[in-house]
């Protein structure tokens, strides 16, 4: 990649050390970066994610506690990674497909946009979208049934799994979502329908404070900057070039990978039961990029870490793969063992 960056964005660096506004130095510098960049998500959470608005960053947050016992938000969020299932709240197309046939008890929430879901969706799956439609909808969401969800590509559908474990639900991430998933699996044709199903008619409570958070968490994810919160690979790469301190990246990829080679800078968390114990590694007054394999479990952390009061964002695609163009490597980006 060229040493050479527009205007603008070595301007607002220069401006962020001055002013200490972290959160305003990655959100205007690679907004400003990726401005001609493709449009932003419609029907995939692929790795060309770009802003979705242009609306005026806020300020810097305060620094988020790591633990507090008299915050249920906190609390639960911290409790997500204490208490991690050995499926990491992910199942394959093909688990559940199994899981369909057997007749288990289950309800699936698909979040794509409503045209995509009346074309056709997995049986009996209600259409819940994604964004401000969750929150809305959270008290309506069983909380004594398994619940599986998907999205596109898996991105978003792994941000509203870790929400709504965190609201009390249990909920289960469907690997790959629907384009890249269920719609590649040989035979998935014999489980897909078109009637528009419902959510049950009943209320299922969820702590006032938790439910709040959420509703703040989806109404900033549709007008952030950085459409639900994917993190552009192009941007990344110019603030990496520019060997901006203004942010951090966070690999949560498991270590013989990250020693493999990993984005320069990148601290390493890997992602399993007890993460939670090193968050208090992440420094609490700059912006934090999140990554993995592909964006899945990238995202359920980003998600957790929103919720523990970081400015966090996904990397779109991961570190992806050059033989499919996705993500950081599709993009042709270089990579560091040291």
């Known amino acids: ?38 449009p932003a998500e419609t ?7 770009a802003p979705e608005t242009k609306a005026d960053a806020p300020a810097a947050t305060e620094a988020p506690a790591q633990t507090d ?15 991690f ?10 688990d559940l497909f199994a899981k369909m046939d057997a007749g ?25 979208p994604y964004g401000p439609a969750i929150a809305e909808n959270l008290e309506k969401i069983p909380d004594d049934v398994m619940l599986y969800v998907n999205c596109y590509s898996g991105q978003t559908s792994s941000q509203t799994v870790a929400l709504l474990n965190i609201a009390g639900k249990y909920a289960t991430n469907i690997q790959s979502g629907y384009n890249n998933g269920i719609k590649v699996l040989e035979g998935y044709e014999a489980y897909i329908e078109t009637t528009e199903n419902v ?10 404070a938790i439910a709040s958070a959420i509703a703040d968490y989806y109404a900033k994810a549709k007008s952030d900057n950085f459409s639900s919160f994917n993190f552009p690979v192009d941007a990344l790469g110019e603030l990496v070039d520019a060997e901006s301190e203004d942010y951090t990246i966070l690999s949560v990829r498991q270590a013989k990978d990250y020693d493999a080679g990993h984005i320069q800078g990148a601290m390493l968390i890997p992602f399993a039961k007890g993460m939670q114990e090193q968050f208090s590694e992440i420094p609490t007054d700059k912006p934090v990029v999140v990554y993995c394999y592909t964006g899945q479990t990238a995202s ?10 970081y400015e966090a964002y996904n990397l779109a695609g991961g570190m992806g793969s050059a033989d499919n163009g996705s993500g950081w490597l599709g993009a042709g980006l270089p990579t560091v063992t040291e």
């Open 199 to 208: 959510l049950p008619d009943e209320s299922y409570e969820v702590d006032p």
């Open 300 to 309: 359920q952390t980003m998600a957790v870490l929103r919720m523990l009061g």
């Open 69 to 83: 016992a008299s915050d249920p938000v906190k609390e639960a969020a911290m409790s997500y990674f204490a208490d």
């Open 104 to 128: 288990e008890d289950m309800l699936i929430i698909d979040i794509r946009q409503p045209d995509a879901y009346a074309e056709g969706h997995l049986k009996g799956a209600v259409n819940v």
């Open 43 to 49: 029907k995939t959470e692929a790795a060309t994610q």
């Open 85 to 94: 299932p050995e499926d990491r709240h992910m199942i394959s197309v093909k």
């Open 1 to 38: 990649m060229k040493k050479i960056l527009p205007v603008l964005l070595t301007a607002a660096l220069m401006g962020a050390t001055v002013t200490g506004c972290a959160t305003k130095t990655v959100q205007e510098t690679t907004a400003a970066a990726t401005a001609a960049a493709a």
